[in-house]
């Protein structure tokens, strides 16, 4: 069949959260620069806390001050928004919405508020995947190791992770990292099976009903 029968795709949301050193970054950068990935847009956030020192504008967030946060959020939008360690997180709407009518996917790096808050708008849309670390000491180690943060700011991160680790019901699939290539395996083979989706085709009826009046020669 010639590819411009086929019928056309309406994007999905693919969400990826986890507590902080959990590894939902790294896998959703690395899927979004994938060669392989030619159809998926990564969605940056707007964020009102400090750039880290390995951070790039425009690349790992948008860092805007308090007062242009809350204009965003009080225009409505922000497709979803939250506070985390005490500062503002959110996602433009527009750009998200400009996508899926593409038909091109949209990767998220949220957390479990920011998850529930696009769930209520755009459920059909959607999917979610959790990541969790091995251990709790695991990732105490591993927010160590990145050396981005004060020992206090790891300490409450680490506080916080036990209640985000057991929002883990919420989510459509559950990937423990214990190793970042078969973690990153498994989310390709999440996203290649919801693009398959019959709900995500546009036009399908159609197109089926097309095969069934077929005449042969």
Known sequence: MAESMRPARRGLIMIMSSPSGAGKSTLTRT???????????????????????????????????????????????????????????????????????????????????????????????VVTIFILPPSMAELRSRLVRRAEDAPDIIAKRLANARDEIARWEVYDYVIVNDDLERAYEAVRSILAAERLKRSRAVGLGDFVERLLNETLP
């Open 31 to 125: 899927l979004s620069k994938s060669a392989a990935e030619t159809n998926l847009d990564l969605s940056i956030s707007v964020t009102t806390r400090p750039k880290r020192p390995s951070e790039i504008e425009g690349v790992h967030y948008h860092f805007i001050d308090r007062a242009s946060f809350d204009e965003l959020r009080e225009r409505d939008e922000l497709l979803e928004w939250a506070e985390v360690h005490g500062n503002g997180y959110g996602t433009p709407r527009k750009p998200v919405e400009a996508s899926l009518k593409a038909g091109r996917d949209v990767l998220f790096d949220i957390d479990w508020q920011g998850t529930q808050q696009i769930l209520e708008r755009a459920r059909e849309d």
